[in-house]
């Protein structure tokens, strides 16, 4: 080895070099920002870094929240050893020389292996022990309020909880501290829990000002859970009845518990793709109302993604022999939180002004009967 020459990191021709160790759909395919990971399952979490910003083959992946330089990750992903990597490069044999079309074919080592369910479900089951009921002032209830006027504490169900402070692991994998969260648990039709879901929030109850990498906010997360736990549902409210509200969101749902003044049953499903996959118990109910979103047209597909999925479980709840309504949000990318509010306002509103007309009345009224009592008087002297 003494005769090779020293290896700069810096000078080598990563995009070259690369595909000789790693699949290309590891690579990108410089539309992308982020893509597929080939040490973990994270799907738009890993990135290769351009030359300009770090010529020795830099990588980081965010959910496995690793990252280094080119001879890390075919170390990662190949397996091979540093000292074999590194006489591979200052050979120039890269990969000793498999020609990249068979070499990428190579599956990748998986370096972090996912978790399994039972370990899913044991850290699911860790966090929901350390949950308690919502409490009047818990930051919960502050932030449920802040968003959904009108809803009352005790139309809560008992799959919303509040846990006083989880670990906050933010989008680069850095720890943040211990936050409170609201906890929503998902379960099966046969009422089993699948799934977890976590918005973090402040002390203030507002949603704790994280974001993700896209810049967006990142309060709500997902505990990961076993396959196959798309369908669950979250029972949102405590009331029983023959019709059921299924909404697209918690918040969405939380608004129709309180339009409904909590007389209706609301379940609440992950996103509109889940609604198709709905696993609820329809024999419990005579009438579904669906509430969905009204996106976007998806330009590829030519539909509003949200009223789609809702029409398909329609159409499927119709062969049940179901009623179903789809009461649809007339205004784009509004959903039902949105028109929620707009009705609260009015309706406290006509309220008001109904109660400010009673006051007129009684003050004509009363000033009447003092002039009245004062001709009165005026007379009988
Ligand atoms: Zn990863």
């Given amino acids: 080895m003494k005769d090779l020459p020293r290896l700069n990191l810096g000078d080598l021709d990563w995009p070259r070099i690369f595909p000789f160790y790693i699949d290309s759909k590891f690579l990108g395919d410089g539309n992308k920002k982020w893509w597929a990971c080939p040490l973990c399952d994270g799907e738009e979490t890993f990135k290769l870094y351009s030359r300009e910003k770090d010529p020795k083959g830099g990588w980081y992946c965010a959910r496995c929240t690793k990252g280094g330089d080119g001879v890390a990750l075919i170390h990662e992903v190949s397996g091979k050893s540093y000292r074999e990597i590194f006489y591979e490069l200052r050979t120039g044999n890269y990969n000793g ?16 292996p996912e978790k399994s369910d039972a370990q899913k479900c044991l850290e699911m089951q860790a966090a929901w022990d350390g949950a308690g009921p919502v ?29 006083p402070g989880m670990e906050y692991v933010d989008a680069w994998g850095k720890r943040q501290g211990k936050f409170p969260v609201m906890l929503l648990r998902a379960r099966s039709s046969s009422g089993k829990p699948c799934r977890l879901h976590r918005t973090y929030l402040t002390g203030e109850g507002t949603k704790v000002p994280f974001l993700t990498r896209k810049g967006k906010s990142r309060a709500k997360l997902e505990m990961s859970a076993p396959d196959g736990s ?9 009331a029983r009845s023959r019709t059921l509200a299924l909404v697209e969101g918690a918040e969405t749902g939380f608004a129709v ?3 409904y003044r909590n007389k209706v049953e609301v379940r609440c499903m992950r996103n509109c793709g889940s609604l198709e996959q709905a696993d609820i118990e329809w024999s419990d109910y005579d009438h579904i109302i669906i509430y969905a979103d009204r996106d976007k047209v998806d330009p590829k597909r030519g539909y509003r993604p949200g009223e789609h999925s809702a029409d398909i ?17 007339v205004v784009e990318g509004t959903d039902f939180r949105d028109v929620w509010e707009l009705q609260y306002r009015r309706q406290q509103e006509r309220l008001a002004a109904f109660e400010e007309r009673r006051k007129l009345r009684n003050e004509v009224r009363e000033r009447n009967r003092t002039q009245l009592r004062t001709s009165e008087q005026r007379s009988a002297a």
């Fill in 97 to 112: 020389g498999i020609p990249p079309e068979v070499a990428r074919t190579v599956k990748p080592v998986i370096a972090k």
């Fill in 135 to 163: 409490t009047l002032g818990s930051p919960v209830w502050i932030y449920l309020l802040s968003r959904i006027p009108g809803l009352q504490i005790e139309w809560l169900g008992k799959d919303v909880c509040y846990h």
């Fill in 230 to 238: 798309g369908g669950a549902s979250i029972l949102l409210n405590a």
């Fill in 257 to 259: 518990v309180a339009r």
């Fill in 313 to 329: 479980l329609a159409t499927h709840l119709r062969e049940l022999g179901k009623r179903v309504s789809i009461p649809k949000a």
